[in-house]
């Protein structure tokens, strides 16, 4: 959802004076560390250079983020806690300066609420400032209810959720740890130590609501979750999942099916399925495999890069394609030093994902990282079959 100019004014001042007052707040806590206090303020800055290219002897583009996240956690009595989390990021390059519609692409709202904003716009560099976390928290006994912009994460395996109705991220935006939230009201209920209850609704930029309970318990030493609800108001939704453990391994799986709201008797429904096995060997090489069926996929057809790493992800929109499978290894050389390579594949477009990366601490609180991001496929280059990106960046913790 595009901001009018007004909102966004409005908007802006309070980023700006939220950031001020988050700074504030951090140079007090310095000063009176020794002071015992009910609130915490940290975050990271984050410097990451992007090379991206079709063809590795053809043109090049180069652009550049520096990202920095504030997390405000205020504990206001014992069963009352406020949070608010905020993203600041400034992009400058040759994508801000080729595609001027590329800041109103990044600041699209998909909450009800307008929590985003252009702090400021030049014709090769802009601003974008969002709260991406913004809630009350009520605590008493074995009930929790939370209000507000919240993460909310009903997935059991690592790359697709078809159960995680409310926060579908993509598996390629690696420098978004936190992962979006959602403009809800939750209620959460335990029974006991090992069963869960949890109920909530949600509105989203487009006015339509998403409701669903789950139901979570823990049965023959493993998790299992069966849930239920109303989707975009556009499907009825039931699903599963559970997690536990086979050979010494993690075995994880969901599935979720969606029937169409619409001319109910005369439509069939459609299921997105995913099953994840990881080990982890005695010298901590791990070891990750993840499969997912997705109905609403394609079977057949050319695979185009930028589609699908741009692609809008929700629970109906986990993939392209109907069949995607993956693998992982991830082994740590030093407690300092780490190494993953990662590839995707499917069978659907015959595209294929490599991608290496390696993470280094430089001394404490601050590390380097680099990724890289290869897609390959049947699809000529010029139709957008292949295409490449390399990125570093350099990570400060506070």
Do not use: C
Request: without cysteine; charged residues 15%; hydrophobic residues 35%.
């Amino acid at each position: 959802m595009l901001k009018n100019k007004t909102s966004g004014k409005s908007l802006r001042k309070l980023l700006i004076t939220a950031t001020l007052i988050f700074l504030g707040f951090n140079s007090i806590a310095q000063s009176e560390q020794e002071k015992p206090r009910n609130w915490s303020l940290n975050g990271y800055v984050k410097f990451m250079q992007t090379v991206s290219f079709q063809e590795i002897d053809k043109d090049w583009m180069t652009d550049n983020l520096i990202h920095n996240r504030l997390n405000f956690n205020w504990n206001i009595s014992n069963s009352f806690t406020f949070n608010a989390q905020m993203r600041n990021r400034i992009y400058f390059g040759e994508t801000v300066t080729n595609f001027p519609e590329y800041p109103e692409i990044i600041n699209q709202e998909n909450g009800f609420f307008d929590l985003s904003a252009i702090v400021f716009e030049g014709k090769s560099v802009f601003m974008a400032s969002t709260f991406d976390r913004f809630y009350l928290d009520y605590n008493i006994k074995n009930i929790q209810v939370t209000l507000g912009r919240q993460r909310i994460n009903w997935g059991q395996t690592f790359v697709w959720n078809p159960n995680d109705l409310f926060n579908s991220y993509s598996f390629f935006d690696f420098d978004y740890e936190e992962k979006p939230g959602s403009d809800a009201i939750r209620f959460q209920f335990y029974p006991s130590y090992s069963s869960k209850i949890d109920i909530v609704v949600k509105l989203d930029n487009n006015n339509k609501v998403t409701a669903a309970g789950l139901y979570r318990f823990n049965k023959w030493s493993y998790d299992i979750q069966v849930l239920g609800g109303y989707y975009n108001e556009t499907d009825y939704v039931l699903g599963a999942g559970f997690s536990g453990s086979l050979f010494k391994g993690g075995l994880r799986g969901e599935a979720s099916y969606f029937h169409p709201t619409t001319n109910f008797n005369d439509t069939t429904g459609t299921f997105v399925m995913s099953l994840a096995y990881d080990y982890t060997f005695k010298n901590s090489l791990m070891l990750q495999f993840e499969g997912l069926y997705n109905g609403y996929g394609k079977s057949s057809g050319d695979f185009n890069l930028m589609e699908f790493y741009f692609m809008q992800m929700s629970p109906q929109n986990l993939s392209l394609t109907e069949f995607s499978f993956l693998g992982q290894i991830s082994y740590p050389f030093t407690p300092l030093f780490n190494a993953t390579f990662s590839a995707m594949y499917s069978p659907n477009d015959n595209s294929l994902y490599l991608g290496p990366s390696i993470n280094y601490s430089l001394m404490e609180n601050f590390e380097i990282s680099i990724y890289t991001q290869y897609f390959t496929s049947e699809t000529p280059v010029e139709e957008g079959g292949k295409g490449a990106f390399l990125y570093w960046r350099l990570k400060w913790s506070f």
